[in-house]
Each structure stands twice: as C-alpha cells, then as structure tokens.
C-alpha cells in the first residue's frame, strides 16, 4: 500500500525532541512517510530513525528580513519537488512561511497546529500586526487543529477560522502524557533524591514552576506572591525550573529571589518528571498558552496545580477537583491560592483525582491513536475530492 507523504515543519528541533518526535516514529510505523524540517541539530540527527527524513532549514525566531525570504524560498522547492500529501506546520515563523509555501505548491493538506497564539500576550499594534499573520496562516490552511477547546472557542470568537476547517484532537494536547516515563510508583524514590540534591527538608512544602522564565509565564506574579507566603510561613520552598531568560521579569523581584534561602533556581533539566517528583505544589500562572503540557505533567504525577484562567490550561484541569484556578495578571488572588494549597489534606485529594483524570484523558498512546485516524480523514477527504467524489 503506498504511504502518505507527510512533511513536518517546526521553526526549532527542540519541538520535535521534546513533543513530537515519538508520534513521528508512531506515525512512520504506520503508513507516513515522514519528513522533518526545522534548524540544523546534529542531536537531532543521532535520534532519528533511518526511515524518517530530515532537511534542516534555518528559521529565525521573531523578525528576519531577508531571512525569511530565503527560508520561504527553500520551504517552496522542497515542497515543490517532493509533492507532499500533508504539510503539518506549528510555531509562529514556520507556520507563516510553511503555510505560504504549501499554498503556492498547492498541497493537498496544508495542516496548521496551533498551539498557541501568539497575538494575545500583545497590545495595540503589535496585536494588530500579529493577528493578521494568525490570521494569514489560517486561510492559507486547508485545516487548523488547536490543541485545547478554549483555544478553539476564542479563536472562532475573533473569526479566525470557522468550525468547518477546525477540530480539537481527542481531549486536546499537542502530544498527551507518556504514562511510562511520568510513572506515579517512582514519585517517591525521585521526591527523595530531588530534595537531598537540594537540601529541602520532607517538612518543606515545595511550590513550583517549570518553563521559560520570562514576564508572559507569569514569573512576577509568581515571585511576588511567594515573596508574602515565604513571609507568613515556615518551611515554605519554591523551585523555578528552566531557562533563566528574566526577560520582563522586575529587577528588584529577581534579586531577592537570587538571595532568599526559599527560591531554587535549578536551571534546565531532561529530567522534568524527577523535578515534579519533588514538590506539593505546581504553579502555572502563563498569560498565554496553547495548551499547558506541563499541567498535565504535573497531574500525571499526583500533583495539584494553581493554574490561570485561560484557554489551554484551564482545559488541562478540573477546577476545584484537580487543581484551582486564578485570573492572569493579579497576585491577591494567587496568594490566596497558595494559602488554600497548604491544606494537606486537600493536596492529596486533589493530587488523587488528578492522576485519574490524566490516565483518563491525556494517555499518550491512545491520543497517537486518535492522530493517526485524523491524518488518514484528512488525506482521504482531499483525494476523494480532488477524484470529484466530494
């Protein structure tokens, strides 16, 4: 039987390493023929599989000029010569210039995966700006899956696209939950060797966050409302996990977190589920997402999680149940949040329902399943049209 042809376009590797690239080698395994292209990464390269391919294409992040150009220009020869069956594209650049160059080559199935949009952290202009370019990538796109309802809904909402190219995968997610790796029976042996690497007592009550250390993930929010629970109470922690970017982040909130005793930074890490391992507590407090893998993570894990109210994570939780939510922007309001989470015995309640609604809902090998039936609808919906069954 012949295999569909399938050209995966992400603007850096590191979306295929770290969400995309074992559903790529699902999907190889079951009928696609799999390219992949993004930025050179010999890394990369030592991961793939014989049978997937790979054509690296540099794509700056943010503005690039004549860079873009060139990147739009390469993306339209490959896509030229190797007449794709599905272009699947995500993040902001490539999705803009993927979404253009399949569109010139008319590709059957320009699929866009919006996770994210980028345009609703901005204001005046830049909003304006970037909303025509989301604007851009939908029309050019034969289908846009988000990856979360919420996302969905506000989207429709700003007539972005309408339900007839749309749909939500499943319960949403770019790629759910690997239940082997994030394994609850290992939560203890990692909490312990988590927190003797950093000294933190099992009397400690650990919040956490685990991302990119920027304004848009909340970091000030964050910061400023440990800052009045580490005052209020003993034995109180707060692990900041990832990339320490700061960009935005108030100068005076960092310094006293690089000085007080209760603030970790621990940098990045392979290890995320080890680092979950180790806290009571998960904090989310993005003022944008696409969909908030790491509160599903989190949950896999037992942990409860404070995340605020927009689409994506709160689509990732059950409010009340697994988890509470707050409104973006404010510190009050997630102070009071954390003063509810030091109630032990909610925690553990909370944490006991999150685990079941992660295996209910987000287990990896069944959403790959749900991905593969929608890849073969989309491709057979397109010959069946283009025979003129349709």
């Known amino acids: ?3 569909n042809r399938m050209c995966v376009v992400t603007t850096t590797s590191i979306t295929i390493k770290s969400f995309l690239l074992q559903q790529l080698i699902f999907l190889s395994q079951n009928g696609y023929d799999i390219t992949i292209v993004c930025n050179y990464d010999e890394e990369l390269i030592a991961f793939l599989p014989k049978n997937i391919k790979y054509n690296p294409i540099t794509m700056k992040r943010g503005v690039d000029g004549l860079g873009a150009l060139n990147s739009l220009d390469l993306l339209y020869k490959l896509f030229k010569k190797e007449r794709f069956d599905i272009v699947q594209y995500s993040t902001p650049n490539a999705a803009l210039y993927a979404s253009i160059a399949s569109w010139l080559t008319r590709t059957p199935v320009r699929l866009y995966c919006q996770w994210g949009i980028r345009y ?23 289908y ?8 969905l809904q506000f989207s429709k909402s700003e007539k972005l696209y309408t339900s007839n190219k749309s749909n939500v995968i ?12 994030f394994d609850f029976t290992s939560k203890q042996k990692w909490s312990d060797e988590i927190r003797q690497k950093y000294k933190i007592s099992n009397d400690d009550l650990v919040f956490g966050f685990i991302g990119r250390l920027n304004k848009d993930k909340g970091i000030n929010e964050l910061l400023s409302a440990f800052k009045y629970i580490s005052q209020h109470n003993v034995n109180v922690k707060l ?5 320490e970017e700061n960009a935005g982040v108030h100068q005076d909130l960092f310094e006293w977190s690089q000085q007080s005793e209760t603030v970790i930074y621990c940098g990045f890490t392979n290890e995320v589920e080890k680092y979950y391992s180790a806290l009571d507590v998960f904090i989310l407090p993005s003022y944008r997402e696409g969909f908030g893998s790491v509160v599903i993570e989190a949950e896999a894990m037992g942990i409860p999680v404070i995340v605020t109210d927009i689409p994506g994570p709160t689509d990732a939780m059950l409010r009340g149940e697994t988890g509470l939510v707050v409104p973006k922007g404010e510190v009050d309001p997630l102070i ?12 553990h309640e909370m944490g006991e329902k999150a685990i079941v609604f992660v295996r209910e809902k987000f287990d990896q090998r069944v959403l790959w399943k749900h991905i593969l039936e929608d890849r073969n609808r989309l491709v057979m919906k397109e010959r069946a049209r283009k025979e003129g069954v349709v």
């Open 120 to 142: 609703v952290g901005f204001t005046g202009w830049r909003r304006r700006v970037f909303k025509a370019i989301e604007k851009i990538v939908c029309s050019l796109s034969t």
């Open 336 to 347: 009071e949040a954390m003063k509810t989470m030091l109630n032990p015995t909610l925690r």
């Open 239 to 243: 692990m900041m996990i990832g990339p």
């Open 1 to 3: 039987m012949k295999e």
């Open 170 to 181: 499943w319960n949403g997610s770019a790629n759910g939950v690997d239940l082997n790796r």
């Open 144 to 151: 846009i899956e988000p990856d979360s309802y919420g996302n």
